[in-house]
């Protein structure tokens, strides 16, 4: 009888160990299915973030190009407006100079007028500079005349000034 009983009872041990197996299995099933239920709201959640920031990635690219054009075209405006300032300052330093020339031929022709004796008072009291640059656009008989008739020291530093050539500084203090 302890056979039958011991018989009995691994038969019993057996059946209700399938049972529990079949329990076992199907909660291991049911989470294995909310970890893929999990899983598959994680890889959603993750597509849905990877197609918000590849849409936010194509907005600023856009932007940025938008911008580079934007500056671009700004770059062009100003080359535009650099090269006409250019224009102008070459047209008006060729208007300067002419104004000069006019100016300085104007200077000439009055003292190739004047008497040798009054443009010899009237070089004495300018700087050696200033003197020398009218007279450089005199002619040579109206230098030589103009130097004769003034004192011989004021004279010697015209000559000299004169001899150096142009350009003559004509900001200097009166010497």
């Given amino acids: 009888m302890k056979i039958l009983y011991l018989i009995l009872v691994l038969v019993n041990m057996s059946f209700a160990a399938s049972v529990d ?3 076992v299995f199907e909660d291991r099933k049911s989470e294995l299915l ?3 239920d999990n899983i598959d709201e994680a890889r959603q959640s993750f ?3 990877k197609a918000a920031t590849n849409s936010l990635f194509d907005q600023q690219k856009a932007k940025v190009s938008e911008e ?7 770059k062009e405006e100003l ?3 650099q090269k ?4 102008l300052v070459a047209k008006n330093q060729k208007l300067l100079d002419a104004i000069k020339g006019v100016k300085n031929s104007k200077i000439s022709e009055i003292y190739t007028k004047m008497k040798d004796s009054a443009a ?3 070089f004495e009291n300018l700087s050696a500079s200033e003197a020398s640059a009218i007279l450089f656009r005199l002619p040579a008989k109206k230098i030589s005349k103009v130097l004769a008739k003034m004192d011989a020291l004021k004279a010697s530093k015209i000559t000299l000034r004169l001899r150096q050539g142009p350009p003559f500084d004509v900001n ?3 010497k």
């Fill in 21 to 23: 197996c079949t329990q």
């Fill in 34 to 36: 909310k970890e893929v």
């Fill in 47 to 49: 597509e849905a973030l």
């Fill in 68 to 74: 580079e054009k934007t500056l671009e075209s700004k």
């Fill in 79 to 81: 080359n535009k407006k």
């Fill in 84 to 87: 006409h300032i250019e224009e």
């Fill in 120 to 122: 010899a008072a009237v």
């Fill in 172 to 174: 200097q203090t009166k």
